[in-house]
Structure formats: C-alpha cells, structure tokens
Nanobody, 121 residues
Framework: QVQLVESGGGLVQAGGSLRLSCAASGRIFRRYVMGWFRQAPGKEREFVAT????????YNADSVKGRFTISRDNAKNTVYLQINSLKPEDTAVYYCAAGMVLTTTQTVDYWGQGTQVTVSS
C-alpha cells in the first residue's frame, strides 16, 4: 500500500511558477514509476509527466514540454513537479500517481488526493 499526499498548489498569476510536491508513505516508493496527472473543470483527467524509478528517464505531455519538470528524491520518498510559465489553461487539480507503468489513468495503482492550481490571467 502506498499513500500519496500532494502539496504546493495555489493561486498564481499567468507567467508565474509553482513547485508541487508529493510525499509517499512506505519503503517501496523507489519501486514505482511516479507521475502527475491533472483534471480541469469539465474535462477528463489527463497525463502530465512521469519519471522512472531511478529518476533517469522522464516524459512530459506535449502541452507542458519546456515548462514543467518532474523530479524525485528517493531518499525523501518525494516526487516534485516544477511548473514554470504558467498559463490560465494550466488551471486544474493536479494529482500525484504511482504505478509500475504510467501511461493512462487506467495504469495508475495509487492516487493522491490532489492539489488545486489556479492561474489568473
């Protein structure tokens, strides 16, 4: 069992930055691929970024490439999402996720409760 707790969301102006954190419980954190998804009002939850168990490889959705950076610290059981150059369309609830493979919502084994990011224009 893995429990995920996100933090770092908030209200920010367009062009600003935020750093989301996701703290994981359990000693098996390093076995999981970690990632972030987001869900905007009235839309389906969508993939944002993922990072492999060692942190060697990352993958971002096209919509966030060049602006979002995912990283992890296995010693702290924490995964991060650095969000720069925020746009109003980035407004959503951001969810931390863990799984053996993270490609779609169906492949996620564990979800966090989500943290709200709101970008004002």
């Amino acid at each position: 069992q893995v429990q995920l707790v996100e933090s770092g969301g908030g209200l920010v102006q367009a062009g600003g930055s935020l750093r989301l954190s996701c703290a994981a419980s359990g000693r098996i954190f390093r076995r999981y691929v970690m990632g972030w998804f987001r869900q905007a009002p009235g839309k389906e939850r969508e993939f944002v970024a993922t990072i492999t168990q060692t942190g060697y490889s990352t993958y971002n959705a096209d919509s966030v490439k060049g602006r979002f950076t995912i990283s992890r610290d296995n010693a702290k059981n924490t995964v991060y999402l650095q969000i720069n150059s925020l746009k109003p369309e980035d407004t959503a609830v951001y969810y931390c996720a863990a799984g053996m493979v993270l490609t779609t919502t169906q492949t996620v084994d564990y979800w966090g409760q989500g943290t709200q990011v709101t970008v004002s224009s």
